[in-house]
Every structure is written in C-alpha cells, then in structure tokens.
Nanobody, 123 residues
C-alpha cells in the first residue's frame, strides 16, 4: 500500500511559478513510476507529466512541455512538479499518482492516487 500526499498548490498570477510536491509512504517508492494529472472544474482528469522509476525518462503533455518539469528524489520518497509561466488554463486540482513498475498517460494504469492540491492561476 502506498499513500500519496500532495502539497504546494495555491493562488498565483499568470506568468508566475509554483512547485508541487508529492510525498509517498512506504519503502518501495523506487519501484513506482510516478505521474501528475489535473482536473479543471467541469472537466475530466487529464495527464500532465510522468517520470520513470529512475527518473531518466520524463514525459509531458504538449500544453505543459517547456513550462513544467517533473523530478523525483527516491531517497526522500518525493516527486515534484515545477510549474513555470503559469496560465489561467492551468487552473485545476493536481493529483499525484503511482504505478507499480511503470508509467504512461492513461489514468487507469495507476494504482494509487493522492487527494489533490488546488492550483489557481489568475489573469
């Protein structure tokens, strides 16, 4: 069992930055691929970014590529999402997810989810 707790969300002006963190419980963090998804009001949960167990193969949705950076620290059992040049359309609840031994863009592939953290970008 893995528990995920996100933090770092908040209110920021367009063009600003935020850094999300997701702390995982347990001693097997390095066996999980990690990802960030987001869900805007009235919208479906969508893929944002993913990172492999070793951290060497990040993947990004087209609309966040070159603005967001995913990283992980396996010693701290934490995955991060650095978000720069934020836009109002980035406003959403951001969720951290873990998938045993893999990653991918499909929600259904992930085994564990956090409770989410709200990111609001004002224009």
């Amino acid at each position: 069992q893995v528990q995920l707790v996100e933090s770092g969300g908040g209110l920021v002006q367009a063009g600003g930055s935020l850094r999300l963190s997701c702390a995982a419980s347990g001693r097997t963090f390095s066996t999980y691929g990690m990802a960030w998804f987001r869900q805007a009001p009235g919208g479906e949960r969508e893929f944002v970014s993913a990172i492999s167990r070793s951290g060497d193969t990040p993947d990004y949705a087209d609309d966040v590529k070159d603005r967001f950076t995913i990283s992980r620290d396996n010693l701290k059992n934490t995955v991060y999402l650095q978000m720069n040049s934020l836009k109002p359309e980035d406003t959403a609840v951001y969720y951290c997810a873990a998938r045993w031994l893999g990653t991918g863009r499909a929600l259904s592939k992930y085994d564990y989810w956090g409770q989410g953290t709200q990111v609001t970008v004002s224009s």
